[in-house]
């Protein structure tokens, strides 16, 4: 059984720093795309970070110089690192894992399994 479980989530004030981890089980991470996407209330979601199985990354433009996404293959944990956060950030954020696709250093992720979801809240 594939289980993604989120954690790092929480309230902090515009400016703060949170880090989200996605550890995996049942799949070896290093093995398939994975990524994070968020979704606030009333909003579509947003795919904001991916990692492919080579290691490359991509940000959205919204977080791009603010978020990095890395991963600890012998963890088998991903994590998304996110630094001057604004209250634009407040969303539920989910990792997932599945296939990409590398479009001129875009990945876009198809994801196959999803995490439950981790609430962040920046407060200004």
């Known amino acids: 059984q594939v289980q993604l479980l989120e954690s790092g989530g929480g309230s902090v004030q515009r400016g703060g720093f949170l880090r989200l981890s996605c550890v995996v089980s049942g799949i070896p991470l290093s093995s398939f795309c994975a990524g994070w996407v968020r979704q606030n209330q009333g909003k579509d979601r947003e795919g904001i970070a991916g990692?492919?199985?080579?290691?490359?990354?991509s940000l959205a433009d919204s977080v791009k110089g603010r978020f990095i996404i890395f991963r600890d293959a012998p963890k088998n944990t991903h994590y998304l690192e996110m630094t001057n956060l604004k209250p634009d950030d407040t969303a539920m954020y989910y990792c997932a894992a599945g296939s990409c696709s590398n479009e001129g250093g875009i990945i876009h992720l198809h994801p196959r399994y999803w995490g439950q979801g981790t609430q962040v809240t920046v407060s200004s």
């Open positions: 990692i492919d199985v080579d290691g490359n990354t």
